[in-house]
């Protein structure tokens, strides 16, 4: 069956540096979701991407989704500590109705 | 104010009992979903439906089961036969109409059994 993989599974920040968080699908994907969860929280839709090569901002958050439609990045610029969490890709198969999560990035900020 | 609403927060069974978390939803969205996560680790699918009166397995059905009797409502239980069910239950839903797939959750579950 399908799997995707994130890495890192730990990101140890200082505030105000910049990271990247990746995600690796097994197959290829109609779009990808990313999810960010706060601690003792649910998870929180952030962005869509459906696009070979696609980009798309929010702030400070940089989404990608590679060429091949198997791969995604999230990068964070200046990172402050209101980015504390867990950070989920998940992927959704052309022909499928279900979503695939990634097993996230745990993101902690040093102030 | 729309959302989806689990209960309880907190729910302690003993083992060899069965139990039903409760997932409702006033979004009017046709298809839910329910995961499981464990401890620093990412969502697992048990079961979803996109329709009612219809529901499909999920990567790990077993020892669970859910009914779909109202759009609004799709509950699971925790049956005996699920060998570690201690764990954070998050229920979904998703509008199936529209042009992105992102899923709403509620607030969880955390069920303890000992």
């Known amino acids: 069956g399908q799997q995707v993989m994130q890495i890192p599974q730990y990101q140890h920040v200082q505030e105000g540096e910049d990271f990247t968080t990746y995600c690796n699908s097994s197959?290829?994907?109609?779009?990808i979701q990313w999810y960010k969860q706060r601690p003792g929280g649910h998870p929180v839709f952030l962005i869509q991407?459906?696009?070979?090569?696609e980009v798309k901002k929010q702030k400070r958050l940089t989404f990608q989704f590679g060429e091949a439609k198997k791969n995604s990045s999230l990068h964070i610029t200046a990172t402050q500590t209101t980015d504390v969490g867990t950070y989920f890709c998940?992927?959704?198969?052309?022909?499928?109705?279900?979503?695939?999560f990634g097993g996230g990035t745990r993101v902690l900020v040093k102030p | 104010d729309g959302g989806i609403t689990q209960s309880p927060k907190y729910l302690f069974r003993k083992e060899g009992q069965n139990v039903t978390l409760s997932c409702e939803q006033n979004?009017?969205?046709?298809?839910m979903y329910w995961y499981r996560q464990d401890p620093g680790q990412g969502l697992r699918l048990i079961y979803y439906?996109?329709?009612?009166?219809?529901?499909q397995k999920g990567d790990i059905a077993e020892g669970y089961s859910v009914s779909r009797e109202k759009k609004e409502s799709f509950p699971l239980t925790v049956t005996s036969a699920q060998k570690n069910p201690t764990a954070f239950y998050l229920c979904?839903?998703?509008?199936?109409?529209?042009?992105?797939?992102?899923?709403?959750f509620g607030p969880g579950t955390r069920l303890t059994v000992t």
């Open positions: 979904a839903s998703k509008n199936t109409r529209g042009r992105v797939d992102e899923q709403y």
């Open positions: 197959t290829t994907l109609s779009n």
């Open positions: 991407l459906v696009k070979s090569g």
């Open positions: 998940a992927g959704h198969e052309a022909a499928g109705n279900k979503l695939t």
């Open positions: 979004l009017n969205h046709d298809a």
């Open positions: 439906s996109q329709i009612v009166n219809d529901f």
